[in-house]
């Protein structure tokens, strides 16, 4: 077959599954193996070569991450029981006055929570950011609104163990601590830097208090706080902490050379999720009602199950893609040049995202399809993966289901979300390419 009835037929599969989202309304989970099928097959895969790419892709993407997405959403639906988060933000509010705050909302929301899944978080965290919004002076209903969608959003896709970018490191087959220190770096700076200029225009106009926030608090917001008592929160705490600082130190000493078999096994973030979870899980029982901690593990399955079919369909067309060759036929159109493939990545990512709406779907599509050209060039895939997750962020809006919790749990109005949410993350998404291109270069 030419190499441009692959690239065509690629196209075609893209778009293919894109019409089936938007038009006829199927499920992207289906879409993505319809696309598969059609791909395979069209390509010259054959119906038995066909089901076993999709069949491999689904389970080669499990085998990687399927864990780690249960034990970290788990370990996330019980920090958010242990009531960790509240105390947290309770604590930022003592140590950072109100022109450093938002800062470290957003960083904090977009590195150490990241293992809560993104809606309960943002259902969990809202009433607070509306509150402390109060609290900061000028433009601080701005200021909070921009730190919320930054957070959420930016941590998803760069952060270990988020939903997006524990999916885009299996997709690659990439080392998750690898992942976590170089998508923290990108995301504390990309978080900071974004809010910085947003706090900046905010200032100079372009936020309207009066067209842009809402006169009353968001109905969160105003229901009375619960009288539950709370574990301390280092105690709460600690399993997440423990968990995140046994991913990082096992990937440093990768890195380092110093690994050894128990650094290996402790640093895997699997079992240091894993820790952190049997953790969690021995203070609920010690703190809380064991119908409540009952409670908080039906949360976790309930949300996982989707995350996980999603993530695995993706990597049934991103097996597919891969063997009919396109990576082969790709490598012969670039240089060794690291600017215009990240760029065409990040590209990709962002007119998927545009199209279908779904931050996890376009990252690791756009990864799938061009990550596996990328070693060719000598570009590691830690860029890739992380160009994929900026383009995915860029025009969050109207079919997106987190666009509008973050309109109506915060104070401000959809023409005030479309500045904090809409317009500031796909400021983030630009500004993310710039260390991700910088450490591509240096790495």
């Known amino acids: 077959m030419s190499d441009i009835a692959v690239f065509a037929n690629t196209a075609i599969t893209i778009v293919g599954v894109v ?40 389970g080669d993407l499990m085998g990687e991450v399927g864990l780690l997405i249960a034990f970290g959403v788990l370990l996330g639906s019980l920090m958010a029981s242990l009531g960790a988060i ?14 450093t705050l938002p800062y470290a909302f957003g960083s904090t929301v977009g590195t150490v929570l990241q293992s809560i899944f993104a809606d309960v978080l943002l259902v969990i965290t809202a009433p607070l950011a509306s ?18 969608a930054l957070g959420i959003e930016v941590g998803l896709v760069f952060v270990v163990p988020g939903v997006g970018a524990v999916a885009l490191a299996g997709v690659l087959d990439l080392p998750f601590g690898k992942m976590f220190l170089f998508g923290a770096v990108t995301a504390v700076f990309t978080i900071i830097t974004t809010l910085a200029l947003f706090t900046a225009l905010a200032r100079r106009g372009l936020w309207n208090p009066e067209l842009d926030e809402t006169e009353e608090l968001p109905v969160a917001e105003v229901e009375p706080e ?126 998927l995202h545009i199209a279908v709406g779904s931050v996890v779907l376009a990252s690791i599509t756009a990864a799938g399809v061009l990550g596996p050209v990328m070693p060719m060039l000598g570009i590691d895939p830690v860029f890739v993966a992380l160009a994929a997750g900026a383009g995915s962020l860029f025009v969050i809006h109207a079919t997106s289901n987190t666009f509008w919790l973050l309109q109506t749990l915060l104070p401000q109005t959809t023409r005030g979300a479309l500045k904090s949410v809409t317009l500031t993350v796909s400021a983030a998404s630009v500004i993310a390419m710039v260390p991700i291109q910088l450490m591509a270069f240096l790495f």
């Not at 993505?32 to 999709?54: D, F, H, M, N, R």
């Not at 402390?132 to 200021?143: E, F, K, M, T, V």
């Not at 280092?234 to 600082?245: D, E, G, K």
């Open 19 to 58: 019409l089936l989202i938007l038009r006829v309304k199927i499920s992207p989970a289906i879409a993505l193996v319809l696309g598969a099928i059609y791909l395979g097959l069209v390509s010259g895969l054959g119906p038995e070569q066909t089901i076993k790419s999709i069949t491999t892709g689904f």
């Open 86 to 99: 509240e105390q947290l933000v309770d604590r930022l509010v003592r140590l950072f006055g109100p022109k």
């Open 131 to 148: 509150r402390l919004s109060r609290q900061i002076g000028p433009q601080g209903a701005a200021r909070m609104c921009a730190a919320m």
């Open 226 to 351: 619960s009288d539950r008592r709370f574990p301390p929160l280092a105690l709460s705490l600690s399993p997440l902490l423990l968990a995140l600082l046994l991913i990082a130190f096992g990937a440093i000493a990768e890195m380092l050379g110093a690994s050894s078999p128990v650094v290996d096994f402790l640093g895997d973030p699997v079992i240091a999720l894993l820790i952190g979870l049997v953790g969690a899980l021995a203070i609920a029982r010690w703190k809380l009602p064991a119908e409540q901690t009952e409670a908080a593990f039906k949360r976790g399955f309930h949300e996982s199950g989707q995350i996980l079919i999603l993530t695995g369909v993706g990597g049934s067309l991103a097996q597919t893609v891969k063997d009919v060759g396109l990576g082969e036929l790709l490598k012969d159109y670039f240089t060794t040049n690291t600017l215009v493939p990240l760029l065409l990545v990040w590209a990709v990512a962002a007119v």
